[in-house]
């Protein structure tokens, strides 16, 4: 009698902590993505499509027998493909969704034609901006606000606190993704996704080249969701002893990218310097401080597609998935995919994140997958800098 007294007073307890927090999770994230039966959660990263408008525009970089036959369609159909084999839980388009100036000059249209794999197959997806998406007739601003209203999108134009961080941008938000049903974990969030706006350029002058940066007020933003996350995963009931690893996905890489250059430090290629913004704003600072996120997904630079690791966290390229992009004759468009497996606890039920992987797919005759890594492990500790020397960081005096 005592013990089911006890079990009923837990179950209503718990319950009951469950709808009281209901506006909580609205407030920091939204909680509509789970792990699913098998403990997998699979992200499809889709960078730089710079689609146009259709079957007019032709390919960037592509051999002279491959150019009348190619459109913004083989963008899609290289979608369409990848969706199909890899059969995402979640899409993520990280920036230069659509090309402004004299490629089209219908935004919303284009944005529609640009999205529609994703939203056709049903899929939840979400869209990030790049530095090129208000080249036409919509700004920043209007275009999130598009975005969200698309079907099946968790796209969000800002967070709902916002306000408190002034936050600059638009398209600066938090995913949550949350145990599966039937594990203890349900009702937390086991991986945490964080979408920015890096910007596109900056206006303040004295700059040898502009591209934006993630701003202190992001930062700010970022550091306050990521506490309270750690606050609610450690917490009664079924505490965590460690923080749930976290991803960013933000289309303009951070400078620490510039840092990867030899092909022992990294998994994938360099092709191109990275074109980071002028000065650090010390956002890579700040994710090591909090020692959560695992991995920051960028785009921007179409032809490098590597994976380096700095100070315990990933920084990885897409490569360029858009044929209207520019991109390399002889070196296919690309995707990359993030599949994170969560462990069996002792009792057979699912447990924390234990493993993050990656790969990309490419869209050569045979859809070949590459480059498939760990990323990072429940059972590592964080390791020493992956191939670098004191000499090879610090700058000689
Ligand atoms: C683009 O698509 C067309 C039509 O399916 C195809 O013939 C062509 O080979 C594709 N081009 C490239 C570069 O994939
Ligand atoms: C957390 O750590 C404590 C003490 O080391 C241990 O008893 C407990 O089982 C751990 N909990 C989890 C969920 O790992
Ligand atoms: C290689 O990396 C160093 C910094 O570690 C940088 O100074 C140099 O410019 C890079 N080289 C290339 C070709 O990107
Ligand atoms: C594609 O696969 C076929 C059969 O496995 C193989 O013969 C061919 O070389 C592959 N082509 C490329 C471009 O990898
Ligand atoms: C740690 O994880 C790796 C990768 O999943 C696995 O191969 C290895 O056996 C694990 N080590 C321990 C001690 O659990």
């Known amino acids: ?63 002279p027998a491959e150019f009348p036959y ?12 990848t969706i199909a084999f890899e059969n995402p839980d979640l899409i993520v388009f990280s920036g230069d969704n659509v090309y402004g100036i004299c490629e089209t000059t219908d935004a919303a ?21 790049g530095n090129h998406d208000q080249e036409s007739d919509m700004t920043r601003e209007t275009l999130m606000k598009y975005i969200v209203t698309l079907p099946n999108t968790l796209s969000q134009v800002n967070p709902i606190d916002a306000w408190k961080y002034q936050i600059d941008g638009f398209g600066n938000y938090n995913l949550q993704i949350e145990g599966p049903f039937g594990s203890p974990l349900f009702f937390k969030s086991l ?23 993630v701003k202190t007020s992001q930062q700010n933003w970022y550091e306050h969701t990521s506490k309270w996350l750690e ?66 997904f960028s785009g921007h630079d179409h032809i490098n597609d590597f994976c380096g690791e700095l100070n315990g966290v990933n920084l990885c390229y897409a490569g360029g998935a858009g044929y209207h992009g520019y991109g390399k004759v002889g070196w296919a468009r690309r995707a990359r ?42 059972n590592t500790t964080a390791e020493a800098n992956f191939g670098f020397s004191c000499g090879s960081l610090l700058p000689r005096h």
Not at 192 to 212: C, I, P, Q, W
């Open 109 to 129: 249209k284009t944005m529609n034609m640009a999205f529609a794999p994703a939203i056709e197959s049903g899929i939840p997806w979400v869209a990030i901006l």
């Open 231 to 296: 606050f609610e995963y450690k917490r009664w009931p079924f505490p965590q002893n460690t923080t749930a690893p976290g991803l960013v996905y933000l289309h303009i890489p951070v400078p620490e990218f510039s840092l990867f250059n030899k092909s022992t430090e990294m998994t994938g290629v360099r092709q191109e310097k990275t074109c980071s913004p002028p000065i650090n704003s010390g956002f890579f600072t700040k994710l090591v401080e909090r020692g959560e996120v695992k991995g920051v």
């Open 1 to 63: 009698m005592r013990t089911l007294d006890l079990f009923y007073v837990l179950c209503v307890s718990l319950i009951c902590l469950n709808l009281s927090l209901s506006p909580v999770y609205a407030f920091y994230g939204r909680r509509q993505l789970r792990f699913n039966s098998e403990g997998r959660f699979k992200i499809l990263q889709v960078s730089d499509m710079h689609y146009g408008n259709g079957k007019d525009k032709n390919c960037a970089n592509v051999s």
């Open 70 to 81: 190619c459109s913004d369609l083989n963008t899609t159909t290289f979608l369409q493909r």
């Open 191 to 213: 991986l945490n996704l964080y979408l920015l706006d890096g910007g596109d350029y900056t206006k303040l002058g004295g700059f040898s080249y502009n591209y934006d940066w």
């Open 337 to 378: 995919v993030v599949e994170a497996q969560l462990e069996k606890t002792k009792y057979g039920r699912w447990g924390a994140v234990d493993t993050i992987k990656t790969w990309k797919r490419l869209d050569d005759q045979n859809h070949s997958l590459i480059d498939t890594q760990l990323l990072w492990s429940k």
